[in-house]
């Protein structure tokens, strides 16, 4: 049978009724004392102790509250019971939780193969490859990749070494979500010379803005327009000259569309004649220090060489014919570094002038005249700058200017750029370990940096949420 009292709802707690009753059983226990302590003069003892033990009672039923209310206890009644209870009042039910709000863990968007794509700049059509996302009805963001110096395509693979260092980033940021646009610049790969393969001479008069810079800034453009990108999400990647190229760009956008990021993986972190001098100078050291050629032919083709400098910066393009080489009798390794100094610091092939580079030319000149020391600071996007420690064409360096990446990076306003040196990765990206650096054509049987696809990954994640 169901009990059809009001739950008091303490488990075991007295019915109120039977609270009064000790409530005035207690009252008329003190008035007795009382009374028989006037008689006798004595029982005060007794009375109180009487008082104590009935407040005992009372403060165990629960009828007395001490220091504050005391939190209700709450009983759980059957719907039998409640149906068989219809005066019974209201019953204390408990405060329900609140519904925690569901998370999800965000799905990372698949990124989809290669696709043949090309776009126009300043009548050339480059072509490129484009892997966007699978389900184009979730933007994500997406990265245009700038190659670097020689005549490297679009993968990173030259007619002499294919390196694959730019596929490679495009599978990184595949892998992170990301959407790429990679290509050919003019003179490599399926983009060619496109409209000046007939007569090359015609590019003589055009400069380094036109031929090299403004196809990053379309390439840009066209990215942002393709199905499933999002146009606010739109990161540059630059490598060695690409990496001097998008600072450019980063700094004067022209009609390109608004960067959220900034990477400069290996960038150029000086004048490029200055680089380039640098570099022969080093290999030539070498050179005499292993005996393939001596001290006198080294300081000849030195002097040569700063000579050759100084008349593209101080002259004006179209520049004169070049005299004689200082060696014409040199032989092997002097041969080869006269030949090279030769096509590069007073050669003007245009179609080299747009892979290898011939600097005697108003391209030339154009880039020499880039300082990407000066364009950090211009920048207020987030940017990521990297350096191999056994990068030999773009060193960290010790931070002073014109030493290496390290200054670069120091340049930047606190709070935009990113900096980290990778440990044992060449020019190409690969990790050589604790070998001493070999000939690219060697490397290339090393790996990809872990270090380098970990820091892309760990940077590249802040761009994940379109908030």
């Not at 003190?30 to 003069?41: I, N, Q, T, W």
């Not at 940017?383 to 390290?406: A, I």
């Amino acid at each position: 049978m169901t009990d059809c009292l009001a739950d008091t709802g303490a488990a075991g707690s007295l019915p109120l009724l039977l609270v009064g009753v000790l409530v005035l059983t207690a009252g008329a226990v003190v008035l007795v004392l009382l009374r028989r302590r006037r008689g006798s003069g004595g029982g005060r003892g007794a009375a109180t102790t009487t008082l104590a033990i009935v407040l005992a009672v009372l403060a165990a039923s629960g009828a007395l509250q001490l220091g504050g209310a005391a939190a209700p206890a709450t009983a759980s009644v059957s719907s039998a019971e409640a149906s068989a209870c219809p005066s019974a009042g209201p019953t204390s039910e408990p405060t329900p939780a609140p519904t925690p709000t569901p998370t999800t863990t965000p799905v990372q968007p698949v990124i989809g193969a290669d696709q043949e794509v090309a776009f126009d700049s300043g009548g050339v059509t480059f072509h490129g490859s484009f892997r966007g996302p699978t389900d184009t009805s979730q933007p994500v963001p997406a990265v245009v990749i700038v190659v670097g110096t020689g005549g490297v395509d679009r993968n990173g693979n030259a007619p002499t070494l294919d390196t694959e260092a730019y596929e490679w980033l495009a599978d990184v940021m595949s892998a992170n979500g990301v959407a790429s646009l990679r290509y050919d610049k003019l003179g490599t790969g399926a983009t060619g010379l496109g409209p000046y393969a007939a007569d090359p001479d015609e590019m003589l008069a055009l400069g380094y803005d036109q031929l090299r810079v403004q196809p990053i800034r379309d390439a840009l453009s066209f990215v942002a327009e393709q199905p499933g990108v999002d146009s606010d999400r739109i990161l540059l990647l630059g490598h060695s000259e690409g990496g001097a190229d998008s600072l450019i760009v980063a700094t004067e956008l022209g009609d390109a569309p608004a960067l959220a990021g900034l990477l400069l993986i290996e960038p150029a972190y000086t004048h490029i004649l200055d680089v380039v001098s640098s570099q022969f100078s080093v290999q030539m050291e070498a050179a005499v220090a292993a005996g393939a050629m001596t001290a006198d032919d080294e300081q000849t083709l030195a002097d040569w060489m700063a000579a050759g400098v100084a008349e593209i910066r101080t002259g004006t393009p179209p520049y004169p014919a070049p005299g004689p080489v200082p060696l014409p009798d040199a032989v092997d390794m002097t041969a080869v570094f006269q030949s090279t100094i030769e096509s590069n610091i007073y050669g003007s092939d245009p179609a080299q002038m747009v892979v290898t580079h011939a600097y005697r030319t108003l391209y030339g000149k154009q880039y020499d005249a880039v300082d990407p020391y000066e364009l950090p600071p211009l920048v207020s996007v987030p940017t990521l700058v990297t350096c191999g420690t056994k990068d030999f064409n773009t060193p960290c360096g010790d931070g002073t200017p014109d030493s290496g990446v390290v200054a670069v990076a120091g340049q930047f306003a606190p709070g935009v750029a990113e900096f980290t040196e990778i440990p044992d990765m060449v020019h190409i990206l690969r990790d050589v370990g604790s070998a001493d650096v070999p000939q690219p054509a060697d490397q290339i049987a090393y790996p990809f940096s872990s270090v380098l696809e970990t820091t892309l990954g760990d940077w590249l994640a802040r761009f994940a949420d379109p908030r």
